[in-house]
Nanobody, 123 residues
Framework: VQLVESGGGSVPVGGSLRLSCVSSVGYVFSSHCMGWFLQAPGKEREGVANIGTDGGTAYADTVKGRFTISKDSAKNTLYLQMSSLRPEDTATYYC??????????????????WGQGTQVTVS
């Protein structure tokens, strides 16, 4: 499984951005939990939002009401719509997939497949 993120960039405070993650194989969307993580410089990678095989979602408290995770299985693509962005959202964002994690597993070490990351800067 290969995951490739895109859509990062520089945005002003309060702005919006949509990240995309394309999978090399389509079956992950029906068999794997998928998620978005962020990692700021000098900090641990932390979970942001997850989506299960049934479409159920979970969000970290810091992004609830501002970020929306979704997927389009026909396009093999995972999305993260981000709005009301804050300077503290600045980080490299990674998408991840794993067949066995629970929807609310925020531990990066539990996830098997990762993209290379895309940088988001809010200022």
């Amino acid at each position: 499984v290969q995951l490739v993120e895109s859509g990062g960039g520089s945005v002003p405070v309060g702005g919006s951005l949509r990240l995309s993650c394309v999978s090399s194989v389509g079956y992950v969307f029906s068999s794997h939990c998928m998620g978005w993580f962020l990692q700021a410089p000098g900090k641990e990678r932390e979970g942001v939002a997850n989506i299960g095989t049934d479409g159920g979602t979970a969000y970290a408290d810091t992004v609830k009401g501002r970020f929306t995770i979704s997927k389009d299985s026909a396009k093999n693509t995972l999305y993260l719509q981000m709005s009301s962005l804050r300077p503290e959202d600045t980080a490299t964002y990674y998408c991840a997939a794993d067949k066995f994690v629970h929807l609310r597993n925020w531990s990066s070490g539990s996830w098997a497949f990762w993209g290379q990351g895309t940088q988001v800067t809010v200022s």
